[in-house]
């Protein structure tokens, strides 16, 4: 199965509210996660990441919030806006072993956030 | 900077036709990737690259094969189109573990 999931596939907010999307992950010694956004039809974007020695980063109207002990990340969208209508997806640091190693990323299925007028 | 760019946009394949995807990155990344994402899914890893002159097969490499053609350009290949393998496809490149992706080729194998 896989080692991150969320825990909703469509999340719909009011215009103007707060968003919170959950992420679940299994792998423990994990040590560095980051969330996308993916708007219809483009590549996944960067929002933010966080590394295992934190447990909340903020960045402009994003927070993203982890919880070694139950292995639970979150992104935390303050007043949400139109533009913010995506499908956002958590991905979870692996390491890929070849002749000089790489980074690789672990993704989640994805939430769809919708945004109401 | 263009950051990671691909081509085509699009492409519509016969089964049993073959066609190379291309991805070229400016950020002078090490590392690149190539992802398939189907309906529904997150992305799933089919190649990637550690860095020039090494390939690696990723979890779902089977009817692909890729070439690191040197620093800036990671392309994909497939030898006989089938149509499970219909989906989007997004190249990608890193540092420090943090990955940028291109616009994406949706391809269609009928």
């Known amino acids: 199965g896989e080692s991150v999931g969320l ?111 | 900077n263009a950051g990671v760019t691909q081509t085509p946009k699009f492409q519509v394949l016969k089964t049993g036709q073959s066609m190379t995807l291309q991805c070229a990155q400016d950020m002078n990344h090490n590392s690149m990737y190539w992802y398939r994402q189907d309906p529904g899914m997150g992305l799933r890893l089919i190649y990637y690259s550690a860095s020039e002159g090494t390939t690696d097969k990723g979890e779902v490499p089977n009817g692909y094969n890729v070439s690191r053609l040197n620093k800036r350009e990671f392309s994909l290949r497939l030898e006989s189109a089938a149509p499970s393998q219909t989906s989007v496809y997004f190249c990608a490149s890193s540092a420090g573990g943090k990955q940028f992706f291109g616009p994406g080729t949706r391809l269609t194998v009928l």
């Open chain 1, 7 to 117: 825990h909703l596939p469509t999340l719909s907010v009011q215009e103007g509210d707060n968003s919170i999307i959950n992420c679940a992950y299994s792998n423990s010694a994990s040590d560095y996660f980051i969330w996308y956004k993916q708007e219809s039809g483009k590549g996944p974007q960067f929002i933010i990441d966080i590394r295992s020695n934190m447990d909340k980063r903020q960045g402009q109207r994003v927070t993203v919030l982890l919880n070694k002990t139950v292995k639970h990340l979150s992104l935390q969208i303050a007043a949400t806006q139109p533009g913010d209508s995506a499908v956002y997806f958590c991905a979870e640091n692996i390491i890929l072993y070849s002749g000089g190693g790489a980074d690789g990323l672990t993704f989640g299925k994805g939430t769809h956030l919708i945004i109401q007028p």
